[in-house]
């Protein structure tokens, strides 16, 4: 078990250009959550999967973002056509869900994103 | 609405000395709080994991602890190092909310100082 990874871990990206992240979780994690952080705030939820199924979408998530896990292993981020407001911290975290009570909510060391 | 606040935003202290972080929430249905430590540019790590029957827990110079009652959490850091350095968030987290059910406080910035 080597933690939640994130990939990769710099971006420098032209405005209106594609990227797309990768998070890779605990392998026994069923949940995996997406987040944004700008500086000096707390992380905002973007989505989480359970598995394969994303259960929830935050309104933050325009529809320049989409986010998929296929095989309920690792998740991408794809933001299309990025604006500077997009630069930020992505940050992935991972928890094996249970009904009621969750356990682990292991974060990745993040996604810095810079559009210029 | 479910809401974490923490306090104060920002701290400054000099290498040694203690400080308290808090966590008042307004969260339910409850079922545990914890306080991560997040490096600049890192992502946040894991300190402490309060249930609602757990009044203190320690973890090295690290204490944090709940009151369920009044809804509050406190993060006590002894003899400050500078390695403390880093902001300091609490989660709540509750039962099949929003949110993937976790409620995020702003953070607490501390600074330690030589």
């Known amino acids: 078990d080597t933690g939640v990874s994130q990939n990769p871990r710099h971006k420098i990206t032209k405005r209106g250009q594609n990227v797309t992240f990768r998070c890779d979780p605990i392998s026994e994690h069923n949940r995996l959550y997406w987040y944004r952080q700008t500086l000096g705030q707390g992380p905002e939820f973007l989505t989480y999967f359970q598995n394969e199924a994303q259960l929830e979408k935050s309104r933050l998530l325009s529809d320049r973002f989409s986010a998929e896990r296929p095989k309920g292993s690792f998740s991408t981020l794809e933001i299309q056509r990025t604006e500077q407001g997009d630069s930020a911290m992505y940050l992935c975290?991972?928890?094996?869900?249970?009904?009621?009570?969750?356990?682990?909510?292991?974060f990745g060391s993040g996604t810095r994103l810079t559009v210029v | 609405k479910n809401q974490v606040e923490q306090s104060p935003q920002s701290l400054i202290i000099l290498e040694g000395k203690n400080c308290t972080l808090q966590?008042?929430?307004?969260?339910?249905?409850?079922?545990?709080l914890r306080w991560y430590k997040q490096d600049t540019g890192r992502g946040p790590v894991s300190l402490t994991i309060m249930t609602f029957s757990e009044n203190t827990k320690s973890n090295g110079r690290y204490t944090a602890t709940l009151d369920a009652d009044t809804k509050q959490s406190s993060l006590h850091i002894t003899a400050s190092q500078l390695s403390d350095s880093a902001s300091y968030i609490c989660?709540?987290?509750?039962?099949?909310?929003?949110?993937?059910?976790?409620?995020f406080g702003k953070g607490t910035k501390l600074s330690v100082k030589p």
């Open positions: 966590c008042n929430y307004t969260v339910s249905p409850f079922s545990n």
């Open positions: 989660v709540v987290i509750t039962y099949g909310g929003s949110q993937g059910n976790l409620i």
């Open positions: 975290a991972s928890s094996f869900g249970w009904t009621g009570t969750d356990y682990g909510y292991t």
